[in-house]
């Protein structure tokens, strides 16, 4: 159940909104598509998360029903309801999306991120 763990570890390295916790989950070579932009580096995925957590303050991200679509031995893909809030511009914002995250088991075993794509639902005050 390593890739359970590893959804929650992204999970909480996201909340710290330190990158170096980020990329200790995250494979090189990883794919990220978001709503507006592909990144294809860990400097360009480095720069997207960092660019959000400087336009969301204090921002809380959270995982809601994951559905654990493909499962084997060395890779497992989920999708999952995303939502976070934070302050933008001193007012309290919420929003949410659709995610699916796929892990892959390394060199050493570890389950890591490898692809994730995020689609945006709204933005709420």
């Known amino acids: 159940m390593g890739y359970?763990?590893?959804l929650q570890d992204y999970i909480?390295?996201?909340n710290t909104h330190n990158f170096n916790n980020v990329k200790s989950v995250i494979e090189p070579g990883a794919v990220y598509w978001f709503t507006d932009?592909?990144?294809t580096s860990l400097a360009e995925i480095k720069h997207y998360f960092e660019t959000a957590?400087?336009?969301i303050h204090e921002e809380v991200y959270t995982a809601s029903d994951v559905r654990?679509?493909?499962?084997d031995d060395h890779s497992a893909t989920c999708t999952y309801t995303y939502k976070y809030e934070g302050f933008?511009?001193?007012e309290f914002v919420t929003g949410s999306g659709r995610a699916t995250n796929v892990f892959k088991t390394n060199e050493?075993?570890?389950?890591?991120?490898?692809?994730e794509h995020l689609s945006n639902n709204s933005v709420k005050k």
């Open 4 to 6: 359970r763990k590893a």
């Open 12 to 14: 909480d390295a996201t």
């Open 37 to 39: 932009k592909t990144c």
């Open 53 to 55: 957590w400087d336009t």
């Open 68 to 71: 654990w679509v493909t499962i």
């Open 88 to 90: 933008y511009k001193g």
């Open 108 to 115: 050493n075993g570890e389950w890591k991120l490898i692809h």
